[in-house]
């Protein structure tokens, strides 16, 4: 008898620890990069974290519908400029910007996606591609139909975010309120919002993906017409799907201006959506880790790609450290098509398989089996039938 | 303020050179995106990918017809055609080795794949070549200021049409001619065409699919090698950069006119070139960096009323 894979049953005592373990890990990453790492590295890890729900947002529109987005990056821009405005210029409290900025993104991602309904897969890809390309056009023009964005957007010079005047000091600053832990310094407390307000999105979009929309989006990424035919209504899931997408998108962007501090018009273009799907990929399409691994090497890989002496190339310049990516995207799609969760997820299940709990076993009679001759007398059994009941283990093999 | 701002030097009146002048830059241009176009639809005919990559693949050959011709000395013309035979045999090589593999797993991952050979390449040529634009750059035809054609000079300012804009019109006459002498008049365009219309059917009937899918990838990448090498001498421009913005204008053009149509490809790119120089010069609430915007209208207006393009086939799905 093989004693591995050890078969857990969900629900189960030992699932419940593995949930545990999951969360302790949560806090232990929340404690290394507030409490261990470097301050600065605070600001990249929130950064990271603003990666992570972009992807996360983009995850819904690729992973689980099925449709390439390469204007992600558009709707990311959305919500930073949002954000950035109306702080920077309207004197907003940070957390009543990201409301705004969802609902915009909200909106301009329904507008896209109605075209959507019409286009598919491939179509799809290029329109979203000529959003992500003309995002930085209509922010820098200052003569969009009449409209001058470059007065809003601050055009290609892009905005800091402080009140006014670049120069002051004074302005706007996420300092740590009196409550927050003594030595917390404006990086600590900026990851310790983002975290929060990421740790909401991933538990929406998880909790989103596993209701009957995400059952329906699935089944309609798997076969459009067979969906269409369970009754999955595909022209509203589509649209929901991506401006739901792109709501989670801004709200990352949202952050991203509180974290990054300056944005320009070129922070949001072709580079940051091809990250994204880079991220996406590499972390695994359609789980909801993925988009955080992807988020965290998106963020981190170029920095390690710079700053690590490699044992064989050396130190990495720019244009190396594309072809490093390249290279990483390529072989992510031949040797782990599934991107690195579903490898991890390989590697565990040599060792524990997660199975759904069943239903009860059925109650068999306890009462002896009693049969009959044919002339209606009664047969004693010679011996105690027992019927066996089979262990989860045993259901699964 | 004035809604129509009629191109001239005087907004108030029409300048006829003027206007024949844009005309001619908006067709120039036009068949610059027709040529992109048509790699991108000979891709998509069979395969029905997109090659995110194919802009920087069109882009390294440029490079190296650069390396023959400046620093080997090799005649312009003979560097082409080598470069365009090496590409051919890599295209097909990485539709084989690449491609191939990925083909059943998911849409997704060829797209990914072409998105990280873009990175490979433009990379790449920026490391070995430098990320500088690069000059002189190798003229495929006579390209200095005075090889022009003069057709009005009476008027200010003079219309002309210059030698390396009747270059790009040649090139893209020439190579749609030879695909369609390859596709319709020899065995193995129509084993071509018929992977395109049907691959079950024609694997069945013992087509080579996989090889005719190769073709397909060796016929983009060629034609890009040419076309890289017409467009850097034509924008004048050759740097690691220089395919990127022209391959999106070529997806448009594709888009617009039907992925898996020739003549959609010609059609769409030289309208997609009449739409970007236009509209900025016709209507005053355009900036003339909205261009790109407006080209986005384009494949939006075209998509809402003929989803598969105005000269592409409908597909038709069974479930």
Redesign the interface.
């Known amino acids: 008898m093989r004693s591995l894979p050890v078969i857990v049953e969900r629900k189960s005592p030992w699932h419940r620890a593995f949930q545990l373990a999951a969360v302790l890990a949560v806090i232990a990453f929340f404690f290394f990069v507030t409490n261990v790492a470097e301050n600065f590295s605070a600001s990249r890890w929130a950064i990271a974290l603003t990666l992570t729900v972009a992807i996360l947002g983009l995850n819904i529109v690729t992973g689980y519908s099925g449709q390439i987005s390469i204007g992600h990056s558009a709707f990311f821009g959305i919500g930073a400029y949002t954000t950035m405005i109306l702080i920077a210029d309207h004197g907003w409290p940070f957390l009543a910007t990201l409301p705004v900025a969802g609902a915009l993104g909200f909106a301009v991602g329904a507008v896209i996606g109605i075209p959507a309904l019409r286009i598919r897969g491939l179509y799809l890809s290029l329109i979203t591609l000529g959003l992500a390309l003309a995002f930085p056009a209509i922010v820098k023009s200052d003569n969009f139909f009449g409209i001058d964005f470059a007065s809003i957007t601050g055009g290609s010079n892009g905005k800091v975010i402080s009140n006014g005047d670049v120069t002051k000091t004074e302005g706007f600053h996420w300092n740590p309120p009196s409550w927050a832990p003594h030595g917390w310094t404006t990086n600590d407390w900026t990851f310790a919002t983002v975290f929060v307000i990421a740790l909401l999105m991933f538990a929406m979009t998880s909790n989103l993906i596993r209701s009957s929309v995400g059952r329906g989006l699935i089944a309609m990424r798997d076969n459009e017409t067979g969906a269409a035919v369970s009754g999955v209504y595909p022209a509203q899931y589509k649209v929901l799907a991506f401006a739901t997408s792109a709501l989670v998108t801004s709200i990352g962007g949202g952050c991203f201006a509180l974290a990054s501090s300056t944005i320009g018009p070129d922070t949001f273009g072709l580079q940051r959506s091809i990250e994204f799907i880079a991220g996406l990929v590499i972390g695994g399409v359609a789980t909801i880790l993925g988009p955080f691994i992807g988020g965290v090497l998106v963020e981190w890989l170029p920095y390690w790609a710079f700053e690590v002496n490699w044992p064989i190339l050396g130190r990495l310049e720019g244009p190396q450290a594309g072809v490093l990516y390249g290279a990483i995207l390529v072989v992510i799609i031949f040797f782990m098509p599934g991107g690195i969760v579903h490898g991890l997820r390989q590697i565990r299940s040599k060792f524990v398989v997660m199975v759904p709990r069943l239903p009860a076993a059925q109650e068999f009679s306890t009462a002896p089996i009693v049969a009959y001759e044919l002339d209606g007398s009664h047969i004693e059994p010679d011996h105690e039938i027992e019927i066996a009941q089979p262990t989860a283990k045993e259901r699964y093999q | 303020m004035g809604i129509l701002a009629v191109p001239g030097i005087d907004d108030k009146f029409f300048n006829l050179t003027l206007f024949l002048q844009n005309l001619t830059n908006a067709l120039a241009n036009g068949a610059v995106y027709a040529l992109m176009a048509l790699t991108v639809v000979m891709i998509y005919k069979t395969t029905?990918?997109?090659n995110f990559a194919q802009g920087e693949m069109a882009m390294f050959s440029t490079f190296i017809v650069y390396v023959l011709v400046i620093e080997q000395g090799f005649n312009v013309w003979a560097a082409i055609v080598l470069v365009v035979l090496g590409s051919m045999v890599v295209g097909a090589g990485i539709e084989r080795i690449?491609i191939q593999?990925?083909e059943r797993?998911?849409?997704?991952?060829p797209?990914?794949?072409t998105?990280?050979?873009?990175?490979?390449?433009?990379?790449?040529?920026?490391?070995i070549w430098g990320?500088q634009p690069h000059s002189p750059i190798p003229a495929p035809f006579p390209g200095k200021l005075d090889d022009k054609v003069d057709i009005i000079t009476n008027r200010v300012p003079h219309f002309f049409v210059t030698y390396k804009a009747i270059g790009v019109w040649i090139t893209l006459v020439v190579l749609v001619l030879l695909l369609n002498l390859l596709l319709k008049r020899t065995k193995l365009g129509l084993a071509y065409r018929a992977v395109a219309a049907n691959a079950e059917s024609s694997l069945i009937v013992g087509i080579p699919v996989k090889r005719m899918l190769m073709l397909g990838w060796a016929l983009a990448a060629g034609i890009g090698a040419i076309a890289g090498a017409v467009i850097a001498q034509y924008r004048n421009v050759l740097d690691?950069n220089f395919m990127a913005a022209v391959l999106?204008f070529g997806?448009?053009a594709a888009?617009v006119g039907g992925?898996d149509s020739i003549l959609g490809a010609v059609v769409g790119g030289l309208l997609v070139g009449v739409v970007e120089t236009f509209t900025p010069a016709l209507f005053?609430?355009?900036?003339s960096?909205?261009s790109?915007?407006m080209?986005?209208l384009v494949?939006?207006i075209v998509?809402?009323f003929r989803?598969q393009g105005l000269f592409g086939s409908k597909r038709v799905?069974r479930?």
């Open positions: 029905g990918h997109l690449l593999p990925l797993r998911s849409v997704l991952a797209v990914i794949l998105l990280g050979l873009f990175f490979i390449l433009n990379g790449g040529a920026a490391t990320t690691f999106l997806f448009a888009c992925f005053t609430f355009v900036g960096e909205l790109l915007v080209v986005l494949i939006l998509l809402y989803p799905e479930v």
